[in-house]
């Protein structure tokens, strides 16, 4: 399907299924939970609609929630990365136009650009779920240790997954 919004809906329906069946029971010590559905968000053309945008990040966070029993928290946290996103994508690309369409991934920007990227987005989702998630602050440092061991996990599976299913670099 070459259609962006078929290759979209294909995309979102593979990441959730990975998500909810295969990652969300994955028992890591406790500490690391990777996260792969954000990849979506972080996937859609660069010149989405900034509410468009927002109301796609709440219903694709709202169902992970559905099947992790969550209430909520991805809703929010994939809210809040598709609120940064655009100032993102012009703090690290500024000097690069995006056509049409195009999504912010390794075929456009680099591998490198979108690490940078990735990591930003998948940090700030990780900081916000996982503070939501405890709902205190007594626990700083260890919720903080999730934080960065989840997003160095998430982050290393989003790049497999692009490295294997993305588009490649037009030569």
Request: no cysteine; net charge positive; charged share 10%.
């Amino acid at each position: 399907m070459n259609s962006p919004l078929g290759r979209n809906i294909i995309r979102f329906i593979i990441l959730i299924l990975v998500q909810v069946l295969v990652l969300n029971n994955m028992n890591l010590g406790g500490y690391m939970n990777p996260y792969i559905y954000i990849l979506f968000i972080l996937l859609l053309p660069a010149n989405t609609n900034r509410s468009l945008l927002l109301i796609i990040a709440f219903f694709t966070g709202l169902t992970v929630d559905f099947f992790a029993h969550t209430l909520g928290l991805h809703a929010a946290a994939s809210v809040f990365i598709a609120y940064l996103r655009p100032g993102t994508i012009r703090l690290f690309f500024r000097n690069y136009e995006f056509a049409s369409g195009e999504e912010p991934g390794p075929a456009s920007i680099g591998i490198g650009g979108f690490f940078r990227y990735t990591i930003v987005l998948v940090f700030m989702h990780q900081l916000l779920l996982f503070y939501l998630e405890g709902l205190s602050f007594n626990h700083f440092f260890v919720t903080l240790y999730r934080v960065i061991l989840s997003t160095i996990l998430s982050t290393f599976i989003i790049l497999v997954a692009m490295l294997l299913f993305g588009k490649r670099k037009k030569k």
